[in-house]
């Protein structure tokens, strides 16, 4: 008793010497919108109602000064254990989010249930269990859905252009592949580090071997409907220290969580990375992930035979088809991205998407963050995406130019 009374005033007289030291830059302790805000760009908050009643924040991007694309509406979501930041983490130069407002693109933020910008429900809090029984199937069968479909009736459009990160694409390609009327909306998907299937996942999964992931996966069944997160205190000592020259090569470990060999970070803002990331997912969608490891397959959740048979109608979990995608797909991806593995992408969306596939462009040296935290991904990723699109805007207003013509004529 009396130890952790002495523990719990330690850590509160380190966190207000933290707080009083200027280590950390300030981005440490603002929220996405706050650092659209401190960085002069327009800000707005927009609360999305899923069909399963979670209410999920989307932040969006506008320049005060770029001459706007009116038809270029750009939906970007996060990975795993991150979330709206992955966006937001360097300089204007340097972030996708502000890159794309600065060409003039109306940027919307997603953050996935579980988040901490979404960690509401109409029914119950995060203190309850029930909140926290989802994994990515949920967040693309009910998130995904619910902000496209918000941000479409928002902003007028019959379509937008989305680009996601890592899990980000693991939920376009589920709903792609099973919603072909959800498809229609999406012009473009651009996918940084793709992943579908993850059986060559490499990093510190490999190395901790198959019985780990079963051991693990035993372990975090009894604690299913729990939130894998970190308390906001210790996150920000973590970043305090991490911001010291000395220690910051340990901590790029933590952020690049199975691999650390990241050499495209900005060393100094090591500590901002820190203090919003590893961001909150549950503790079910992190299992999910270690079946799709030890079972090779992309599919939905394994609740064994007699659960699948409940949940699906059938002893096996569905398999995700990734040959129903129309969707013009393409693909960024590098050697170096032990996470999306170059083999489980040849042998997934290569294979099943051939048809779909608009373009593959692989990066240099590129690790599993590089492609949001990166600082040359803006000229190597996010510029040749920025006119990607435009192109694509044109060819629809010269169409929509040309029905409208023929419209008349007639
Ligand atoms: C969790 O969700 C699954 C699938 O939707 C459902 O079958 C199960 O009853 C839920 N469990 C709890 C504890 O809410
Ligand atoms: C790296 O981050 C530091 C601290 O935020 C900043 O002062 C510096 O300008 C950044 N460097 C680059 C190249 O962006
Ligand atoms: C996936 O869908 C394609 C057609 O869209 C079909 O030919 C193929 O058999 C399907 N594969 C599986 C495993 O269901
Ligand atoms: C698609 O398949 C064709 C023929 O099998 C092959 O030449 C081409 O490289 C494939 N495209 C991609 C993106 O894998
Ligand atoms: C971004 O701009 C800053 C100056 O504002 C510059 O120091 C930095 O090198 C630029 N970053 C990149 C990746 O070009």
């Known amino acids: 008793m009396q130890w952790s009374a002495v523990l719990s005033i330690s850590s509160q007289l380190l966190l207000i010497w933290i707080s009083r030291t200027r280590a950390i830059d300030p981005e440490c302790y603002m929220t996405v919108p706050e650092i659209t805000k401190y960085y002069g760009y327009i800000s707005e908050v927009h609360i999305v109602r899923t069909e399963d009643d979670y209410l999920l924040e989307l932040h969006r991007i506008k320049s005060k000064t770029a001459p706007t694309k009116p038809d270029g509406v750009v939906f970007m979501q996060h990975g795993l254990l991150a979330d709206g930041f992955n966006f937001t983490p360097n300089l204007k130069n340097e972030s996708a989010g502000f890159v794309f407002a600065d060409a003039g693109f109306d940027v919307w933020i997603g953050n996935s249930r579980g988040t901490p910008a979404s960690q509401k429900h109409i029914g119950y809090g995060p203190e309850d269990d029930r909140f926290w029984n989802f994994t990515f199937q949920e967040m693309s069968q009910y998130d995904l859905t619910a902000c496209v479909k918000y941000i479409l009736k928002e902003t007028k459009q019959n379509g937008l252009y989305y680009i996601g990160h890592s899990q980000g694409t693991v939920i376009m390609f589920a709903k792609l592949s099973e919603d072909p009327e959800f498809a229609k909306k999406i012009y473009q998907f651009h996918a940084l ?80 990375y820190l203090c919003h990331t590893p961001a909150a997912t549950s503790t079910k969608n992190l299992i999910h992930w270690i079946q799709q490891v030890e079972n090779k397959h992309f599919q939905k959740f394994d609740y064994g035979p007699q659960g699948n048979t409940i949940e699906y109608g059938q002893t096996s979990p569905p398999v995700y088809n990734l040959s129903n995608i129309n969707t013009p797909t393409f693909l960024y991806w590098s050697k170096d991205d032990v996470l999306a593995d170059t083999q489980d992408i040849r042998d ?55 029905l409208h013509l023929s419209e008349i004529e007639n």
């Open 193 to 272: 580090a793709p992943v579908a299937t993850v059986s060559h996942i490499g990093g510190l999964f490999k190395l901790m071997g198959n019985k780990f992931l079963t051991v693990a996966q035993f372990l975090l069944k009894r604690v299913a409907n729990t939130p894998l997160t970190m308390p906001k205190f210790v996150q920000k000592i973590i970043s305090y220290f991490c911001s010291l020259e000395v220690v910051r090569n340990v901590c790029t470990l933590d952020i690049g969580f199975v691999d650390g060999t990241e050499k495209l970070f900005n060393f100094t803002r090591v500590g901002v």
């Open 348 to 402: 997934t969306i290569f294979n099943q998407m051939n048809k779909t596939i608009a373009g593959s462009f692989e990066m240099p040296h590129y690790t599993h963050l590089d492609f949001v935290f990166g600082l040359p991904a803006t000229d190597d990723i996010y510029k040749p995406i920025i006119s990607r699109i435009s192109v694509d805007v044109q060819r629809r207003k010269k169409l929509k130019h040309h």
